[in-house]
């Protein structure tokens, strides 16, 4: 079985992001490293391979030249090959674009299967694997908290408010999946060393037959004008009283801010 993983490289979450005079967010001053969800549905495809499964592993992003400092763990951990679609005129892309170039790179791969996280910590939007399904024409099965291939199918249970629901679609398919899948590994000595000498191939827009004008952020259908940072917390209010006078004046804390 031939999966795909999208592992899209973003700031790392322990650095402060920030954004650039064009108000897009900096990517240059925060080191990058793979996504956080989509490190979760890695682990998934990995836990495949260790019950004894067949499993290739490639990983997909689209990135700017800092991309394969991110990828680097994701074949550390186990992945086998990736591909980087970098180009100059993808700065700045929005969502619609994003999905785009990488329904265009999945047209040049063999999968059966198609992991992505339910959202990027970059943005949060959570939009990009739903639309990729739809261009690519490929079933969609989103918030994975188990992934199990059953012959030509994929069966997952899905995360719901009353506990899991069981999805079932042909492959292939795109499935998100979210941390129930279990905590990514640590890449061991032998696997950071053995990811020196794997295969990332980098694709232009010109390799994908992409108008660089369709894509980057003059052709954006949105942009970001302005923005403001939060007003600091104030101190919070701890209530150590017995569970009959605590119940009280939280109660009265609500009504007060008309909470209630």
Known sequence: MKIVILAKPVPDATGQERLGPDL?????????????NDEYVLEAALRLR????????????????????????????GADNA????????????????VRVLAA??????????????????????VVAA??????????????????????????????????DVLEAPMPALVTGMQALGEPRYPTLRGIMGARSKTITTWTLADLGI?????????????VSTFSIPDARSAARVVKDPAPEAAKQIVDFLIERRAI
């Open 131 to 164: 639309a990729l399904a739809s261009m690519s024409g490929l079933p969609y099965l989103s918030y994975a908290t188990s992934i199990a291939p059953d012959g030509g199918r994929i069966r997952i249970k899905r995360f719901s408010a009353t506990g899991y």
């Open 211 to 223: 108008d660089p004008a369709s894509v980057g952020a003059d052709a954006a259908a949105s942009r």
């Open 24 to 36: 897009r967010l900096d990517r240059v001053a925060i080191p990058p490293v793979i996504n956080g």
């Open 50 to 77: 260790d019950a004894g499964a067949e499993v290739s592993i490639t990983l997909l992003a689209m990135a700017g030249a800092f991309g394969p400092d991110a990828l680097r763990k994701g074949l550390a951990m």
């Open 83 to 98: 591909y980087l679609v970098s180009d100059a005129a993808l700065a700045g892309s929005d969502a619609r674009a994003t």
């Open 105 to 126: 790179a999945l047209a040049k791969l063999e999968f059966d299967l198609v992991l992505a996280g339910v959202d990027s910590s970059d943005g949060g939007g959570g």
